[in-house]
């Protein structure tokens, strides 16, 4: 594509080195895509006649089945999926292929390609996202009955329905896909017409061609365009964050699964053994869902950095902008399925999470009605303090005490405090927004499905896992 200007034929190592066909491969649709839209706003620019357009997409459309169909051989000489499609094309219809990069470049051809991807990647990715939200809210509807205790510092902390456990997973991924979602938005710009750096010398109506490929409109400065992957940014931003949720939720479970504590179990199909030790049932995806965070945040910091130091216009390190957010994608979209098939596959062990909701639970509840009894909440956290550090020392749960015990503490504490040793009644009390009483939570549940329904659809793309052949 540019040998004419070089005396010497490329040193095989540096030419392998600098290709970038075994991963921009996969922007093989995409590079078709806008090649034949490329080819229209030719002809639509008088450059290129009807006829020959015609005959450049028809030629267009074989390259693209036989790339679909994987029967294109690559070559030493194709050092990106441009050459192959330029190549290949040549091959078909010979010099007439020639004409089709009039006015463009590889620079703002690569950038266009990467942000068809992502704008049709994302809304993919929304779907998985959106069937592991339907899982954590099958399971809060399911499991609303349930009461285990809220953790703090991995401490016990206060009784909280099993249900409100659910849903404070469901809302990270709503923010997540609001994230992708725009990224999607940011990505919807189109470089093409940029040409290398200073923009195209032919009259190339830019906003018909963003038009044409589904973009918002064209990015406004041709320098800009062809360097410009804060789109790349955003995407890599969303999945690290996502990943970071994914993490948390996992690590929930790698505890909750445990003997120590054992209010879930997982379904056999989710689970794995060990080749040594025949008792064991291991959560080795939830393991490996926290174990991939580190990657794609490093994938994130990765590309930050290769894009802090460059000079203006397009240079050579943005090669290497594709892998990370090919990772990324690869990565999430193998997750998040195999997490919603263990969350709709578990089993809830009710018994040993209410076995764990012992009396040190309640003992905010405790405070509380002091309060309400005219005490500072200071001074009336300052003596159930006391009392619990009294029975922790004898060893006896707080309702052991009797009720001289309890009035030498302070003379409010009466009969009615053990009416107060009621997990749910904790729970029940806390009735405000975003709280963990059933009232609150399922006021909750039908904000979260309201939620999904407004994000039920995605600008410009089929949103569900299904589409363009799953998550592939």
């Not at 008088?46 to 070559?75: D, H, K, M, Y």
């Not at 490996?288 to 590309?303: D, E, F, N, S, Y």
């Amino acid at each position: 594509m540019w040998g004419s200007r070089f005396g010497a034929e490329p040193d095989a190592d540096a030419q392998r080195f600098n290709a970038s066909i075994d991963f921009d491969q996969r922007l093989a649709p995409q590079d078709v895509r806008a090649s034949m839209a490329w080819a229209r706003a030719l002809v639509n620019a008088g450059v290129l006649s009807t006829i020959e357009g015609e005959e450049i997409q028809a030629g267009l459309r074989e390259v693209a089945s036989e790339l679909e169909r994987r029967q294109v051989a690559f070559l030493e000489s194709d050092e990106d999926i441009h050459s192959v499609v330029e190549r290949r094309l040549a091959e078909r219809i010979g010099e007439l292929a020639g004409k089709l990069h009039t006015g463009r470049s590889r620079n703002d051809q690569v950038a266009t390609d990467l942000r068809l991807w992502i704008t049709e990647h994302a809304p993919r990715l929304d779907g998985a996202l959106a069937d592991l939200q339907a899982a954590l809210l099958e399971r809060a509807e399911a499991d609303m009955a349930l009461l285990v205790p809220g953790y703090t510092h991995l401490q016990r902390a206060q009784p909280i329905l099993v249900s409100h456990w659910w849903l404070s997973h469901f809302w990270p991924l709503l923010r997540d896909r609001q994230r992708f979602q725009g990224a999607a938005q940011s990505a919807a710009r189109l470089p093409l017409g940029s040409a290398a750096l200073a923009g195209t010398a032919f009259p190339i109506d830019r906003k018909a061609l963003a038009a044409d490929l589904g973009f918002a409109g064209p990015c406004p400065n041709s320098l800009d365009a062809v360097s410009d992957r804060d789109f790349a940014l955003e995407f890599l931003f969303s999945a690290a964050v996502t990943a970071i949720h994914l993490s948390r939720l996992a690590e929930g479970f790698i505890l909750y699964t445990s003997r120590e504590f054992g209010f879930f179990e997982l379904h056999d199909a989710y689970a794995t053994g060990s080749s040594l030790m025949p008792h064991k049932k291991n959560p080795d995806v939830f393991e490996l869902a926290r174990g991939k965070t580190g990657p794609l945040v490093g994938a994130l910091t990765g590309l930050l950095v290769t894009l802090k130091g460059l000079p203006s216009a397009y240079d050579k390190d943005l090669q290497e902008d594709k892998l990370p957010v090919f990772h990324a994608y690869d990565t999430l979209a193998q997750m998040l399925p195999v997490l919603a098939g263990a969350l709709r596959t578990l089993t809830v062990h009710p018994e040993r999470m209410a076995a764990s909701l012992d009396d040190d639970l309640l003992t905010t509840d405790l405070a509380d009605d002091l309060v309400r009894r005219g005490v500072a909440f200071r001074q009336a956290h300052d003596v159930i303090g006391r009392w619990v550090r009294l029975a922790h020392e004898q060893g006896r749960p707080l309702r052991s005490f009797t009720l001289d015990e309890l009035q030498a503490l302070h003379p409010l504490l009466d009969r009615e405090m053990y009416a107060l040793f009621d997990p749910a009644q904790s729970v029940a009390r806390r009735r405000a927004i975003g709280g963990t009483a059933p009232s609150a939570v399922a006021e909750q549940l039908a904000d979260a499905r309201q939620a999904m329904a407004s994000l039920s659809t995605y600008p410009n793309h089929d949103r569900s896992p299904g589409s363009r052949g799953g998550l592939s």
